[in-house]
Nanobody, 115 residues
């Protein structure tokens, strides 16, 4: 089992920035990659960004150039730096950890972009 706890969400004005954090505990040595997903009201959950154990990253087209995913050296935390936020970025953001044969999710943190 892997436990994930997100933090850092909140209300921000358009054009503003937020940094989300996700702390991982449990079977962290088995993690292949981690990522951030989001789910807006009435929409399906979608990937925002992922990072592998070796540090390779992938971003959704909708956030490229505005978002940076990173992790700490011990691979126990993953971060999402979001800049130039838009109202359409409003969603619950979930942290994900992928192991062989299993996916684990945090409970999510709400990001609201509004003036």
């Amino acid at each position: 089992q892997v436990q994930l706890v997100e933090s850092g969400g909140g209300l921000v004005q358009p054009g503003g920035s937020l940094r989300l954090s996700c702390a991982a505990s449990g079977r962290i040595l088995g993690i292949n990659h981690m990522g951030w997903y989001r789910q807006a009201p009435g929409k399906e959950r979608e990937v925002v960004a992922t990072i592998t154990h070796s540090g390779s990253t992938v971003y959704a087209d909708s956030v490229k150039g505005r978002v940076t995913i990173s992790s700490d050296s011990a691979k126990t935390a993953v971060y999402l730096q979001m800049n130039s936020l838009k109202p359409e970025d409003t969603a619950v953001y979930y942290c994900n950890a992928n192991l062989v044969g299993a996916n684990f999710w945090g409970k999510g943190t709400l990001v609201t972009v509004s003036s």
